[in-house]
């Protein structure tokens, strides 16, 4: 039997990193039995860097960690709670600064880029899907580019700020207040049509699916009235979710900077750094190119808000049924 300690587990999950493996690169795809490598493994967003002195790094899709019998050599998967403790969360923002995911240097390329994935799934009446503070039905990726009519790339940019617990949603105004100042108000008038911010909070547990609509009241107090169709939430467990985006520590926040057809060209997590405000600023500055007949596109048909009663939601939910 394998009787080694937390601590031991922990320092044997460094053979783990050598490991490689080929994968799928397939939206939301159910995990490999063969997976080895985190950064390799089926369904993991490749370009999302992981702080490499973090615990998060080495969890493996389905929550799963390697473990290494260090008198066999002989590895297995097993749940990471086993391998790293069960409050590997709290060490791993201990020892990342409660950044387990880094901001990128730069805008991903479009060519490596990969879509933000798909959240819930269940369409009856909504409850397996995201929703709205206006009650609107919000599948994604589909809602972020519900306003590109044209499924122009550059036609728009969404930060997507993601939490699961109330200490995450705490650290994004770290990142949503910069944002919309420099791209989204007076600051930036050509670009204020084109860039959006949402906020996703995922409640999980069966208890927190019981109090729904003492939450979403919560949130509307909360919340101003013109930002509620910018603030979706989501009732439920979704593992292959957490497994593409790496966002598997619950406790801290994270942001997505999606292009205008729902690819992932940004990423990063915590309290932002002045360095990260920077290059995520910039990247979205490259996502919408300002030119004459990009102002001439933009005041349009090509992107334009849709008021509530519109049909964008539904919309959005008929491309979610075709990408079933």
């Given at each position: 039997?394998?009787?080694?300690?937390?601590?031991?587990?922990?320092?044997?999950?460094?053979?783990?990193?050598?490991?490689?493996?080929?994968?799928?690169?397939?939206?939301?795809?159910?995990?490999?039995?063969?997976?080895?490598?985190?950064?390799?493994?089926?369904?993991?967003?490749?370009?999302?860097?992981?702080?490499?002195?973090?615990y998060s790094r080495l969890i493996l899709p389905g929550n799963y960690a390697m473990k290494t019998n260090p008198r066999t050599g002989v590895q297995r998967k097993i749940f990471a709670e086993?391998?790293?403790?069960?409050?590997?969360?709290?060490?791993?923002?201990?020892?990342?600064?409660?950044?387990?995911?880094?901001?990128?240097?730069?805008?991903?390329?479009?060519?490596?880029?990969?879509?933000?994935?798909?959240?819930?799934?269940?369409?009856?009446?909504?409850?397996?899907?995201?929703?709205?503070?206006?009650d609107e039905v919000a599948p994604l990726p589909e809602y972020v580019y519900r306003n590109n009519r044209a499924k122009d790339a550059t036609a728009q940019c969404t930060l997507v700020a993601?939490?699961?617990?109330?200490?995450?949603?705490?650290?994004?105004?770290?990142?949503?207040?910069?944002?919309?100042?420099?791209?989204?108000?007076?600051?930036?008038?050509?670009?204020?049509?084109?860039?959006?911010?949402?906020?996703?909070?995922?409640?999980?547990?069966?208890?927190?699916?019981?109090?729904?609509?003492?939450?979403?009241?919560?949130?509307?107090?909360?919340?101003?009235?013109?930002?509620?169709?910018?603030?979706?939430?989501?009732?439920?467990?979704?593992?292959?979710?957490?497994?593409?985006?790496?966002?598997?520590?619950?406790?801290?926040?994270?942001?997505?900077?999606?292009?205008?057809?729902?690819?992932?060209?940004?990423?990063?997590?915590?309290?932002?750094?002045?360095?990260?405000?920077?290059?995520?600023?910039?990247?979205?500055?490259?996502?919408?190119?300002?030119?004459?007949?990009?102002?001439?596109?933009?005041?349009?048909?090509?992107?334009?808000?849709?008021?509530?009663?519109?049909?964008?939601?539904?919309?959005?939910?008929?491309?979610?049924?075709?990408?079933?």
């Amino acid at each position: 039997k394998d009787d080694n300690d937390n601590n031991e587990d922990t320092t044997e999950l460094e053979n783990a990193d050598n490991a490689t493996t080929t994968t799928s690169t397939t939206a939301n795809p159910s995990p490999s039995p063969f997976d080895t490598d985190p950064d390799t493994a089926t369904g993991v967003n490749r370009t999302i860097v992981m702080n490499p002195e973090g615990y998060s790094r080495l969890i493996l899709p389905g929550n799963y960690a390697m473990k290494t019998n260090p008198r066999t050599g002989v590895q297995r998967k097993i749940f990471a709670e086993r391998v790293l403790g069960f409050f590997w969360m709290i060490k791993d923002l201990d020892v990342s600064g409660e950044k387990p995911i880094l901001g990128n240097e730069s805008c991903i390329e479009p060519q490596v880029a990969e879509m933000f994935p798909s959240l819930g799934g269940d369409e009856d009446g909504g409850g397996g899907l995201p929703v709205t503070l206006d009650d609107e039905v919000a599948p994604l990726p589909e809602y972020v580019y519900r306003n590109n009519r044209a499924k122009d790339a550059t036609a728009q940019c969404t930060l997507v700020a993601l939490s699961y617990k109330d200490f995450g949603y705490k650290m994004l105004p770290s990142w949503i207040g910069p944002f919309q100042k420099e791209l989204c108000g007076a600051a930036d008038s050509r670009r204020k049509d084109r860039v959006e911010v949402i906020k996703l909070s995922i409640q999980e547990g069966t208890v927190l699916r019981l109090l729904k609509s003492v939450i979403k009241t919560g949130f509307k107090k909360e919340i101003p009235d013109h930002d509620h169709e910018r603030t979706l939430l989501y009732f439920g467990n979704d593992q292959k979710f957490k497994d593409s985006l790496r966002v598997h520590n619950t406790l801290t926040g994270y942001v997505f900077l999606l292009d205008g057809i729902g690819r992932v060209r940004w990423a990063g997590s915590g309290k932002a750094t002045d360095h990260e405000l920077r290059t995520l600023i910039e990247a979205a500055k490259e996502l919408t190119p300002v030119s004459s007949s990009a102002d001439t596109a933009g005041a349009g048909g090509d992107f334009g808000r849709r008021g509530k009663g519109s049909r964008g939601g539904l919309s959005a939910q008929r491309q979610h049924r075709r990408r079933q």
